[in-house]
């Protein structure tokens, strides 16, 4: 049963009230690969909720969290957990407005502790479909999720250039600059590297390669045996590197998720 925590949380609920539900990205911190995949299999049935990393422990758990700033957390706290509560509190230091944090564990052992280190909510394994569908919706109800600008501003030196992010296919580095490759066939230039746009962009971009950021709503097929995304436009083929497999994977999960199967 989940533990009531909305007062810790009327500040992100005003600060976010201004914006409509759209998607939620969500990181995992666990070390057991079972309930992690099981956790998933729970969160699969939202479409509005999207594994932006999985780590095994609190070093990689903050690491993941500043990287990918996850709308949602989620702690198995069956192991280590003081040092996750560490970690917690470490994250003050760093961001301004903590992730909705979600404690799991096979005992209320660690309740008190995840409502001093304002938690959301607290669940109990083994996973109760019907309390994770009730935190989850009132979840989006009390916390909607931001909406992502859809405009990109190009600054050089006293030039702005604003394009749609809807209208990128995909992005390649040129050296220390960026190519912008439009659906159109045209081709906008920033004089900024690759890995500055990276977490800029909205979430439907995703590194695929050392040189690409795709747009996956252009991806209509992934090869895994030649290494290649192809796009929807003109048969376009971009390839990804062993580096981003798990960018790979995490995209065809997505992609998935509305698809009919023709798998047996």
């Known amino acids: 049963m989940g533990i009531n925590l909305v007062a810790m949380y009327l500040t992100i609920i005003n600060l976010h009230s201004n914006y409509s539900a759209l998607e939620y990205t969500y990181t995992i911190l666990d070390s057991d690969a079972t309930s992690n995949l099981q956790l998933q299999h729970y969160l699969g049935e939202y479409g509005d909720f999207t594994c932006a990393a999985l780590a095994k422990d609190s070093t990689e758990g903050i690491n993941s969290i ?127 590297t690759l890995k500055t746009f990276e977490n800029q962009l909205p979430k439907n971009f995703v590194r695929i390669h050392q040189s690409y950021i795709v747009n996956t709503d252009y991806i209509s097929r992934i090869s895994y045996g030649k290494s290649i995304c192809t796009l929807k436009h003109n048969k376009m083929q971009l390839p990804f590197s062993k580096s981003y497999r798990s960018n790979i994977d995490g995209l065809k999960q997505i992609l998935s998720k509305n698809t009919i199967s023709s798998l047996n």
């Open 66 to 192: 500043l990287k990918f700033s996850p709308d949602v957390v989620f702690i198995n706290l069956n192991e280590n957990a003081q040092e996750y509560f560490h970690m917690v509190m470490e994250l003050h230091q760093y961001v301004s407005i903590l992730p909705i944090i979600i404690g799991i564990s096979k005992s209320k052992n660690y309740a008190y502790d995840a409502i001093k280190n304002g938690f959301f909510d607290y669940w109990l394994m083994p996973y109760n479909e019907f309390d994770i569908r009730k935190s989850l919706l009132r979840l989006k109800k009390q916390v909607p999720a931001k909406a992502e600008p859809d405009t990109l501003c190009l600054k050089s030196y006293s030039d702005f250039q604003y394009i749609e992010t809807n209208d990128i296919l995909y992005l390649q580095a040129d050296n220390n600059a960026t190519e912008f490759v439009m659906k159109d066939g045209t081709v906008n230039n920033a004089f900024k």
